[in-house]
């Protein structure tokens, strides 16, 4: 796997000059075994008068800017370089007792899992319990990883992938009747689906790579991305992106990653002024691999 670099540009355009309030950015990724961020860059204009780090309940890596200027333009650039090592599914070394559904988890780990099982959307006629019943095998035994891959894949060959611009999530009852969704709502559905089966599972914000030569049917490449973490005992949280049909961390650069999508949002923010002084906003990502290292080798932060 080459090294990759990550461009993000939002831009809000505004008809006259507008005051902004706080914006939070969840856009540096998270570090690991798995990535290493080598470099990064995030560029503010107009300059904010006062930016901000930390880590939230969830370690996720957080940017709090505010403003003191008024403009007609906001824009926001991150460029990140990282070193992405990919796991197959044939890399997880699943405790035996987890290898076959159902199983229990541990009582050390229930403490710490159990706010990550609770269901968070309404199903009164059990309609994403009876869908992701359908993957447990009727002749036998259902192997756990089996089951959550024949889910990845179930996703992917029987909803259609339509982008959609507005914010927020599609409850998964209504994704299964309209048989299509975008990315995070193909989180939120495979999210539900293990919850109702009684397994950890947290929603995962993004990016996606897309090789050419390997990286054919992707979809949801753009702009940022959405998956599902599922805790598997033995491999830990385990990486199933169901829009294109991944088990493992194969292409997905990892961001943020929350119990539920309203705590993972890549960008958000306020502005003060008229409702029709807005003109929109646009979003524009690039992941590009490069045999290469950026120039620096730590990780490094600037503001104009």
């Known amino acids: 796997m080459p090294l990759l670099t990550v461009q993000h540009v939002t831009t809000y355009r505004y008809k006259q000059s507008v005051a902004f309030g706080e914006h939070r950015m969840m856009l540096r990724p998270r570090e690991g075994h798995d990535q290493r961020l080598l470099e990064a860059r995030l560029d503010i204009t107009p300059k904010p008068s006062e930016l901000r780090w930390l880590h939230d309940v969830y370690g996720n890596s957080v940017a709090i800017a505010r403003f003191a200027k008024r403009a007609k333009e906001l824009r926001f650039e991150s460029v990140i370089h990282l070193d992405h090592r990919p796991h197959q599914a044939l890399d997880f070394q699943i405790e035996d007792y987890a290898r076959t559904f159902p199983f229990a988890y541990s009582l050390e780990e229930i403490p710490d899992l159990a706010r990550s099982i609770e269901r968070h959307y309404r199903d009164d006629e059990r309609a994403v319990d009876r869908w992701a019943r359908r993957f447990l095998s009727r002749d036998g035994p259902t192997?756990?990883?089996?089951l959550l891959e024949a889910m990845t894949h179930g996703i992917k060959r029987e909803l259609s992938y339509i982008p959609r611009q507005e914010r927020g999530i599609q409850d998964p009852v209504k994704t299964?009747?309209?048989?299509s969704g975008t990315c995070r709502d193909?989180?939120?559905?495979?999210?539900?689906?293990?919850r109702s089966?009684?397994?950890?599972a947290r929603f995962v914000s993004g990016y996606l790579y897309s090789p050419v030569d390997g990286g054919k049917g992707h979809v949801g490449g753009g702009a940022t991305h959405a998956w599902v973490r599922i805790y598997l005992p033995g491999a830990g949280w385990v990486e199933f992106d169901p829009t294109n049909g991944i088990v493992g961390n194969r292409d997905l650069i990892r961001v943020a990653v929350a119990r539920d999508p309203a705590h993972a949002l890549p960008l958000s923010g306020t502005w003060t002024g008229f409702p029709s002084d807005s003109l929109g906003m646009t979003v524009d990502v690039s992941v590009t691999g490069d045999?290469?290292?950026?120039p620096a080798a730590h990780a490094r932060v600037a503001v104009p």
């Not at 192997?143 to 089996?146: A, F, I, K, M, P």
């Not at 045999?291 to 950026?294: E, F, N, S, V, Y």
């Open 143 to 146: 192997g756990t990883l089996d």
């Open 176 to 179: 299964l009747k309209l048989g």
């Open 186 to 194: 193909f989180a939120v559905l495979m999210m539900e689906a293990a």
């Open 197 to 200: 089966l009684s397994l950890a």
């Open 291 to 294: 045999a290469t290292p950026p």
